[in-house]
């Protein structure tokens, strides 16, 4: 458990790159962050392809940058073909894992079920679950969005018991009908939805255990123009990145804007 209050920045990179794309990309992004200043304290992770983990791997202990996966399994072992385990990630470095992202969830039919397994299994193997939330456009309109949520976040944790010295557990607020779109809800509508989440969690866990063990982050159409406007908001406390982060000058200019607020937080 790292128990600091320091910024997450998270790239998903989704199914966008192929091995050596990914390699290169992450490459360039590496390059770019030793040269910046202040990063203490700033976690700084990306989440590429399972192909192109192996490679990439090989540099994490020299990097600054941590290694997430996009998926995982609740099983460690067994006839589960194409499935890939806990300790499988953990083998390729990986610290994180994004688990129901809302693209599964629409494509692969994920259910919060299957999200609260995964959850468990990625626990056990001490890896962070970053656990992806949110709303669709239908369940907005009929004003439904703080309901989905917290049965969302409650499904996925109930009844996994977290005691103080945890893995670092992170929750994605990422509504669903602003991924890709290019335009971010408000900053402050977002802030808002942060809070009904820790509220959940408080209704789950002492808050002790909720405020050293979660993070809880925004992902939308974020890019370098607005993330400042999230970062500030006092129960924001990082962003998942999806299109902007698959360029180079995008992300790290995300990053310096995090560099900026973290030293106000
Ligand atoms: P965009 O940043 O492309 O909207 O994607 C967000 C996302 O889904 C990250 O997991």
Same mark, same amino acid.
């Given at each position: 458990?790292?128990? =600091?209050?320091?910024?997450?920045?998270?790239?998903?990179?989704?199914?966008?790159?192929?091995?050596?794309?990914?390699?290169?990309?992450?490459?360039?992004?590496?390059?770019?962050?030793?040269?910046?200043?202040? *990063?203490?304290?700033?976690?700084?992770?990306?989440?590429?392809?399972? =192909?192109?983990?192996? !490679?990439? %791997?090989?540099?994490?202990?020299? *990097?600054?940058?941590?290694? +997430?996966? $996009?998926? /995982?399994?609740?099983?460690?072992?067994?006839?589960? =073909?194409?499935?890939?385990?806990?300790?499988?990630?953990?083998?390729?470095?990986?610290?994180?894992?994004?688990?129901?992202?809302?693209?599964?969830?629409?494509?692969?039919?994920? =259910?919060?079920?299957?999200?609260?397994?995964? #959850?468990?299994? *990625?626990?056990?193997?001490?890896?962070?679950?970053?656990?992806?939330?949110?709303?669709? @456009?239908?369940?907005?309109?009929?004003?439904?969005?703080?309901?989905?949520?917290?049965?969302?976040?409650?499904?996925?944790?109930?009844?996994?018991?977290? #005691?103080?010295?945890?893995?670092?557990?992170?929750? %994605?607020? !990422?509504?669903?009908? /602003?991924?890709?779109?290019? $335009?971010?809800?408000?900053?402050?509508?977002?802030?808002?939805?942060? $809070? /009904?989440?820790?509220?959940?969690?408080?209704?789950?866990?002492?808050?002790?255990?909720?405020?050293?063990?979660?993070?809880?982050?925004?992902?939308?159409?974020?890019?370098? $123009?607005?993330?400042?406007?999230?970062? /500030?908001?006092?129960?924001?406390?990082?962003?998942?990145?999806?299109?902007?982060?698959?360029?180079?000058?995008?992300?790290? +200019?995300?990053?310096?804007?995090?560099?900026?607020?973290?030293? @106000?937080?």
């Amino acid at each position: 458990m790292t128990g =600091t209050k320091s910024l997450l920045i998270l790239a998903n990179w989704k199914m966008q790159l192929n091995n050596a794309e990914s390699l290169a990309l992450f490459k360039e992004i590496d390059e770019e962050l030793k040269g910046l200043k202040n *990063t203490e304290g700033m976690g700084v992770i990306i989440c590429p392809s399972f =192909t192109a983990l192996p !490679e990439i %791997a090989k540099l994490i202990p020299e *990097t600054k940058i941590k290694l +997430g996966a $996009q998926d /995982v399994f609740w099983e460690q072992v067994g006839v589960y =073909t194409g499935e890939v385990s806990p300790e499988m990630l953990k083998e390729c470095n990986c610290q994180y894992v994004l688990v129901g992202h809302s693209d599964r969830r629409t494509y692969l039919k994920e =259910t919060d079920e299957m999200v609260h397994l995964k #959850i468990k299994a *990625t626990l056990a193997s001490l890896l962070s679950p970053v656990i992806c939330v949110g709303e669709t @456009f239908k369940e907005r309109q009929l004003g439904r969005k703080d309901y989905v949520v917290i049965r969302q976040v409650t499904q996925a944790l109930s009844g996994i018991d977290l #005691i103080l010295d945890s893995t670092q557990l992170i929750i %994605a607020y !990422e509504p669903v009908w /602003v991924i890709g779109s290019g $335009q971010a809800i408000d900053s402050e509508e977002a802030e808002y939805m942060h $809070q /009904v989440i820790k509220q959940s969690l408080i209704d789950l866990y002492p808050m002790k255990i909720v405020e050293n063990c979660f993070r809880i982050i925004y992902g939308g159409s974020i890019n370098s $123009q607005i993330v400042k406007s999230f970062l /500030v908001q006092p129960h924001i406390d990082g962003v998942l990145v999806g299109g902007a982060s698959l360029n180079k000058e995008e992300f790290i +200019g995300i990053i310096k804007e995090a560099i900026k607020v973290q030293k @106000f937080k």
